[in-house]
């Protein structure tokens, strides 16, 4: 017979750790995926290039004179500097003619290729964009600036959709979180009512009922959110090697480090409540009994 309720208190506890774990595991996947997307849009967004097309005549010292001056622009990230010679190969190579010798002069124009610093809020960016080409347009040589203006606005959009998709379903998987974990808490906590029966039958008050209860609770919590962020991570790592994600996971550990924090202090703090919760509620329903 002891040996039923040892095994049946081993069971239930595992079930308890099991049922947090798997919930707290949907809600870090979430996570992640919105974090990665973030982190996909900001990318990709300085690596949109904007050339800026100097003067016919500017020549090598005064180009990179400018380069220095844009490059000194907090929100610029990186400047490179093409020659005519070297725009008029790339223009062949793309072209396969040669219409230098063709022409019989290069018309091409000098040009500086500049990347920006994409701000920690993606919306921002068009903001950061105006603020460049009005700062471009204060300095002397360049005649022309170009970049692929759709693909900025495109980005933003398809950002802001996955964004709120995911946001959404983790606000609800957080919800579903806050019932699941209570449930499998009160269950718990009901393969034990004869306990919390005998202790408030000596007189024992609610919060030395619920003490042992509330510790044992935070502690499936903090296993749940462990497990569930060892999980997260592997599932990340396995998705990155099978499916060639290009995703250098030594970059992100520290973003893993926080969704792990998250995921544990949500087992914690939703176990606890419904841990209080469930033992007063037990609590009530024997002092009405007596």
């Known amino acids: ?32 995926l919105e974090y990665h997307s973030y982190r996909q849009t900001h990318d990709m967004q300085e690596q949109v290039t904007f050339r800026l097309d100097l003067s016919p005549i500017t020549d090598q010292e ?55 610093r994409a701000d920690l809020v993606p919306d921002n960016q068009s903001g950061i964009i105006s603020q460049f080409k009005h700062d471009i347009n204060q300095m002397p040589g360049i005649e022309k600036i170009a970049y692929q203006e759709n693909v900025v606005s495109e980005l933003n959009e398809i950002y802001y959709k996955v964004s709120w998709f995911l946001v959404l379903f983790i606000c609800l ?16 906590l009901y393969a034990q009512r004869d306990t919390i029966r005998s202790m408030r039958m000596v007189g024992a008050k609610v919060g030395f009922i619920a003490h042992p ?11 749940g959110g462990l497990i569930a962020a060892l999980l997260t991570i592997g599932v990340m790592y396995l998705f990155n090697n099978q499916l060639n994600l290009a995703i250098n996971l030594s970059d992100h550990y520290l973003w893993y480090a926080g969704i792990a924090v998250i995921l544990v202090l949500v087992g914690m703090v939703i176990s606890f409540f419904s841990t209080m919760f469930n033992v007063r509620r037990y609590v009530r329903k024997i002092d009405y009994e007596n």
């Open 173 to 188: 998987v957080l919800l579903l979180s806050v019932v699941l974990i209570s449930s499998t808490i009160r269950i718990a």
């Open 1 to 32: 017979m002891a040996r039923h309720s040892k095994v049946n208190l081993w069971g239930t506890h595992g079930s308890t750790i099991l049922s947090i774990t798997l919930v707290l595991w949907l809600l870090g996947m979430l996570m992640a």
């Open 62 to 116: 005064s180009a990179m004179a400018l380069k220095k001056s844009i490059e000194g622009i907090a929100y610029v990230k990186h400047v490179d500097y093409i020659s005519k010679e070297e725009a008029a190969k790339i223009f062949v190579d793309d072209l396969g003619d040669d219409f230098v010798d063709f022409l019989g002069y290069n018309p091409l124009s000098p040009a500086l290729m500049v990347n920006l």
């Open 213 to 223: 209860f509330i510790v044992r609770g935070m502690l499936y919590g903090v296993l």
